[in-house]
């Protein structure tokens, strides 16, 4: 049972850059989630989907885009890729459709820098 | 000033120890509280959830206490291996409408040593 699964691991940019973080899960759930996570701060919410077909912001959206292809993927852009965005993101998924329901399962990580 | 403040910020222990993580927090109302370990260069994993009427939940060596009269959790370990270096991340879940808004502490960087 392979859970969240993240691709890629690690990512290089140059400012003005675009890139695609994709992410999958084989739990079945219904909720997946971006997160950024950035030294001596929590974890923050970029965008989340409650359910195939819905995206809803976050806390820190400016510069990201998402789509929710299916239920099990959920996609991260980055349009034009900025130093601000150099960070490790995460993807993490749910049961619970919006409602964070049970355990909230992560994703291994993605660290990107942007130069 | 975070919701979620964890403390000490970094801790080491030797092997075989007990030791205890705080966690404070100013949200309210919540839904749960959330305790996670993560190990370098890995996501975040549950350890326990407890919602406003439980006072403690257990995980083998990890034992949880909540006091939601203080705001107050706490994160014991027990007989501490060296596979517990990890950071301990506090969550509290406030439910917003139709969705749960997840605040995270910054964690408590834990070594553990021979």
């Known amino acids: 049972n392979a859970g969240v699964t993240q691709t890629p691991k690690f990512q290089v940019l140059k400012t003005g850059q675009s890139m695609t973080l994709q992410c999958a899960q084989d739990m079945n759930h219904n909720s997946m989630y971006w997160y950024r996570q950035d030294p001596g701060m929590g974890l923050r919410l970029i965008y989340y989907s409650a359910s195939e077909g819905t995206t809803d912001k976050g806390e820190v959206p400016n510069g990201y885009n998402v789509s929710r292809l299916n239920k099990r993927e959920f996609s991260l852009r980055l349009e034009s890729a900025a130093p601000s965005q150099t960070s490790v993101y995460f993807c993490a998924s749910n049961f619970g459709r919006g409602r964070v329901t049970g355990e909230l399962f992560f994703g291994e990580g993605s660290r990107l820098t942007v130069l | 000033k975070n919701q979620v403040e964890q403390s000490p910020q970094s801790l080491i222990i030797l092997e075989g120890k007990n030791c205890t993580l705080q966690?404070?927090?100013?949200?309210?109302?919540?839904?749960?509280l959330r305790w996670y370990k993560q190990d370098t260069g890995r996501g975040p994993v549950s350890l326990t959830i407890?919602?406003?009427?439980?006072n403690t939940k257990s995980n083998g060596r990890y034992t949880a206490t909540l006091d939601a009269d203080t705001k107050q959790s706490s994160l014991h370990i027990t007989a501490s291996q060296l596979s517990d270096s990890a950071s301990y991340i506090c969550?509290?879940?406030?439910?917003?409408?139709?969705?749960?808004?997840?605040?995270f502490g910054t964690g408590t960087r834990l070594q553990v040593t021979l």
């Open positions: 969550v509290v879940s406030v439910p917003t409408g139709t969705a749960s808004k997840l605040t």
């Open positions: 966690c404070n927090y100013t949200v309210s109302p919540f839904s749960n």
């Open positions: 407890m919602t406003f009427s439980e």
